[in-house]
Every structure is written in C-alpha cells, then in structure tokens.
C-alpha cells in the first residue's frame, strides 16, 4: 500500500477493527495503525477473558448445586494455571483469527504508534508518515490510576488475568461493572471478598435490581463496604492495609483490585497538532455521527464519551464507515436503548429506561410491572434465591420503554426483548406472546 490511503484507523481494538474491515469490503484503501495486540482490551483484558472467568465461576456454582440435588460429587477447587493456559490459548486464537481477516481483506497493518502532525497526516514511531482524507481515532481506554499514597501496591482489572494464583482474601475498591463483576466471580472461585464502594452500586442500572443483586451478593459472602472513601494503603507484615476517611482501617488482605473507572487514551496522539477538541476527561469530543471538531477526522469506541461497550463500539464503527465508503450518508450509531449485561452472580441486564428515568420523563404516565419468583434450577436446589423482572411502560398503550432482568440467564434472553422494545412493543404484545414453559423467560410476557 502507498502512504496514501483512502483511511487511517488508529487503534486495532473492536472499534478500529470493526471500522477498517467494513471501509474495507466498501472497497476503501485502509491502514490500521496499532503497536499493541489485535482485539484491543476486549479481547486480552477485558471481556473475553472476564467472561472465561465468569464460566469457571457457574461451574463452580454448579458442581455445589449438582450435590444439593443427589450428585455424588466432590466441588473442587479451580486449577487456576490450567484454566489461565486455556484461556490464553482461546485469547491468542481470536488474535490469529483478526489478522488472517486482515490480510484477507487487504488491510495494511501497521504495528507502530501514531501521532498528528497535521490534521490529514498521522506519523509513525519508526518515522514513516501516512497521510488520509479520513482518519479514524479509535485508541480505547486504559483503567484510571489514582494519585493516593500506596496505589502501586493493589492492581488494576487489566493485571488480574495475569494471576497464576487466586487471591484469597480481596479488596475490591469501586462500584461499577467491572468491580461488581470481579467481586462475584472472585467469590464463587473460593476468595473471600470485601467490595468498597464510595458511591451509588451500578449508576445507570434499575435501582430496585441493583439493591435486590446486592442483596444476594452479601448472601453469598461478598462483605459491601457503602460510602467508603479508601485515601491510603500500604502493607505491613498480615498484608495490604486501606486506609478509609469514614471508618478504621481495613484488611489485612492478600490483593487489592483498584475498579475506578477508565480514562481515554489520547494523550500520545498529539491531538493539538490537528486542533481536535476533547473534553475535560480526555475523550474526543464528536457529534452523532462520530464526527471530530475537524473535518476528516472522526472517533468511535471507548475513546469518546459514549457508552463503554464493544457492541457500541463496534456499531458505530461500522455505521462510520458506511456513511464514509458506503454511500450511505445517514448512516450512524442510535444510543438509545443500548441493551447491556452486567455479568454478576446472578446477572443483572437492562434495556431503554429505568424506572426513575421514566417517571422523570413522562410523570404519572408510568405504569411499571414486575415479577419475582426463585427459577426452577435453583428451588430444585432448596435454595431462595430470587430472580426478579420489571417492564418499565409509558401511556395509555403501554409502551414498553425499559426491560430490566436480574438472574440465571438473563444475560441470553435480554437480547431478543431488546429488539422487541427497539421496535416499539406495547405490553399487550408482549401479552399476546405465547410463553415458553417451564423457563424464566416466559415472566417477561405473563406479568400482569
């Protein structure tokens, strides 16, 4: 390929790879430019391997389970090297799978940085220059580090799946996805959890299943620490040690995993030499369209402000790029109702609004209906826990603007109802459905 191309994506994560491969079946002349690993954070420290541990995690859930009902079993203990082997290797396939693609689909790879030197020209480490109509930042994002005495001493999500051991006493300090989903993993593994969350558990997830989640979550033994304000650690000879503002200090413990949000990497792109704007967190501000500041160039994925999801990413990544080389010039990314998992024990899923987002937006004209019950798979155990379902309606047709779900499975089911709600289903549509039975699918069309 020239130093001319029709494209410059930089970033070979989701985003960047999502957008070079359809710019390149549009027929567009693309460079993808990145020093790192194909597949970006998703892929190597993100959500596939969290997604390997979670499994292990239901596995160990279920060799207990299969006890409680007759099995003549022994629940293990995870062979953590040979499961850290496996995953490494199904990891490296995805990898070896992206760059075929990318040949086949005659992507030029560069495996260098690159930096603006001008808006339309973008410079490598090993001093080559590339120079595009259109140039596409797609860098991600990196965990946030803080400045706090003795934060070098914990970790941050991408070192866990660098483990060979599980810890067995952990701190985990934040409320987000990531530290909801490590806790509860972690746990179900055999490690003993305390999750310090300084404010609200789960911003922007239904607030009544994220207290029933919670709930469970200290059932199961993860110790919620609320409104901690962690400002110090170190260690000593029993461990790790917290300091926290309001309270004594906390530990001893074997690892702290620091989950305390993400941060854009735009900091070596030289973003001024091409006078792109980005806000006061770093991300590149855009508009709907994913357009920068500057004509030409553009931003998808977690390097912006939108939501920091890889089916986001990848969606606007592709919408991009066939609005670029596709011909299709309204082509973008619609954020609303974005459906989204948070893989916990039990998962937790919600799509379009949560209850006190609708009753904000459209008052008395919220009408919200819910189920709780105990699945079949886990009464069969003699155990209580709860599965609990909410459709969230506006109007006197009830439509359905929000699907929240908490419990086995509704991380597969989810995704059905969010096309139902995406194309303006009413509950009586979702009265009209004939249900599946036995299933927990089926509360989602037979409450009342």
Not at 357 to 374: I, N
Request: hydrophobic letters at 45%; one cysteine or more.
């Amino acid at each position: 390929m020239s130093s001319n191309p029709d494209l410059i994506v930089l970033g070979a994560g989701s985003a960047g790879l999502a957008t070079a491969f359809r710019a390149a079946q549009h027929g567009a002349r693309v460079a993808l430019v990145d020093p790192r690993e194909l597949g970006g954070t998703c892929v190597h420290r993100g959500c596939v391997p969290k997604k390997a541990l979670w499994f292990a995690a239901q596995w160990a859930q279920l060799q207990q389970m299969a006890v409680d009902v007759g099995f003549d079993s022994r629940p293990g203990e995870l062979d953590w090297e040979r499961f850290r082997e496996l995953r490494r290797k199904y990891v490296d396939g995805i990898e070896t799978r992206y760059a075929q693609r990318l040949q086949d689909a005659g992507v030029e790879l560069y495996r260098c940085e690159g930096r603006f030197i001008k808006p339309d020209t973008v410079e490598l480490s090993d001093g080559r220059k590339l120079q595009a109509k259109q140039i596409v930042i797609a860098t991600g994002a990196r965990p946030r580090r803080l400045q706090l005495p003795g934060f070098d001493l914990g970790m941050v999500s991408d070192d866990i799946f660098a483990l060979h051991v599980r810890p067995k006493k952990v701190a985990i300090v934040g409320g987000g996805y990531i530290a909801v989903e490590f806790a509860c993993l972690l746990q179900a593994l055999g490690s003993q959890v305390d999750l310090l969350v300084r404010d609200r558990l789960l911003d922007g997830f239904d607030e009544e299943l994220v207290e029933e989640l919670a709930g469970q979550m200290t059932a199961q033994g993860i110790r919620m620490v609320r409104h901690s304000h962690i400002t110090a650690a170190h260690r000593d000879d029993r461990g790790i040690v917290l300091m926290d503002e309001g309270a004594d200090a906390l530990g001893p413990y074997e690892a702290v995993i620091w989950a305390v949000g993400r941060v854009p990497n735009t900091e070596s792109l030289n973003l001024s030499a091409a006078d792109v704007l980005v806000d006061e967190h770093g991300h590149v501000i855009t508009n709907a369209r994913q357009d920068s500041n500057i004509s030409g160039i553009h931003a998808v994925g977690d390097v912006t402000a939108n939501k920091a999801l890889t089916p986001v990413a990848v969606a606007a990544g592709r919408h991009l790029a066939d609005r670029l080389f596709g011909g299709l010039d309204d082509a973008h990314l619609d954020n609303e109702n974005i459906p989204s998992v948070v893989f916990a024990k039990p998962p937790l899923g919600i799509v379009g609004l949560t209850e006190a987002e609708a009753r904000k937006r459209h008052g008395a004209a919220v009408t919200v209906y819910r189920s709780r019950f105990t699945p079949m798979q886990v009464a069969l155990t003699g155990r209580k826990d709860h599965s609990l379902m909410k459709l969230v309606c506006v109007g006197d047709d009830e439509r359905v603007v929000g699907i929240h779900a908490m419990g086995p499975g509704v991380d597969e089911m989810l995704q059905g109802f969010a096309v139902a709600l995406k194309l303006g289903a009413r509950k009586r549509d979702l009265d009209a459905t004939v249900a599946i039975h036995p299933s927990s699918a089926e509360e989602l069309v037979l409450m009342s």
